[in-house]
């Protein structure tokens, strides 16, 4: 039946502000005990690699150290490839913290670039003793491989970093001509990053973290 013209439009009644209230409360608890549940699995992702200085666990292992429920993991991650990627944008995440405060402690814009440069080296290098690196390199370089796009958003915290210190030596008046902030930041990141995490190669002669910042230095400034 149409309805008459003069007869008023019933509109939806909105949520009291109480019940607003409950539902939010809720949601908030819901997604304290997912972060909670999250961490834990991270956690003892970590403990696992920790002690095997690998990457080779099995996710019943990841379970069974956290005290969850194997349904409970796979309603956090997809598998296994997703809680490597989880941990290892966090290590790049806090990588990029770390050297941020180093670089901030020094007051020459060249300085910090070579500050962070050296200290991404020796954390991005294999142990020597076969143990593995803090930002578990050979996951790194079949992520850099198998899932470029994955490696790009881990890596943005540590390119952003970069980004920033030669954008102040661009405007230093540092960088040599027609370099552009953003592309030398890319560069020197992946060569720094790609000659650590593949030193181990050259047992003989392995690089230090002053030869590849004399070789970066050279590259990108006008000395």
Not at 2 to 12: E, G, H, L, R, Y
Not at 55 to 63: I, L, R, S
Not at 124 to 139: A, K
Request: aromatic share 8%; charged share 25%; hydrophobic share 40%.
């Amino acid at each position: 039946m149409a309805q008459k013209a003069d007869q008023p439009v019933s509109t939806p009644t909105e949520e009291p502000a109480w019940k607003q209230r409950a539902v939010e409360r809720s949601t908030q608890a819901a997604k304290r005990r997912a972060e909670q549940r999250v961490e834990r699995f991270l956690d003892a992702a970590q403990a696992i690699m920790a002690e095997k200085g690998t990457t080779d666990f099995t996710v019943q292992e990841v379970v069974d150290r956290s005290k969850q429920s194997l349904r409970s993991f796979y309603q956090h991650f997809d598998g296994k490839h997703e809680l490597l990627l989880a941990l290892f944008e966090d290590a790049m995440s806090k990588s990029a913290d770390q050297l941020r405060a180093s670089a901030a402690e020094q007051s020459n814009p060249l300085e910090r670039v070579r500050v962070v440069v050296q200290e991404l080296f020796d954390s991005s290098r294999p142990d020597p003793s076969g143990r593995q690196g803090p930002l578990f390199s050979d996951f790194a370089l079949r992520l850099l491989v198998s899932h470029p796009a994955e490696m790009r958003v881990a890596n943005a915290p540590l390119l952003a970093l970069f980004t920033e210190l030669m954008t102040e030596l661009e405007e230093a008046g540092l960088l040599r001509p027609g370099f552009k902030a953003r592309r030398v930041a890319a560069l020197t990141m992946q060569t720094v990053m790609f000659n650590a995490q593949s030193s181990g190669q050259d047992g003989a002669h392995p690089l230090t973290a002053e030869e590849i910042w004399d070789f970066c230095a050279k590259g990108f400034t006008l000395s």
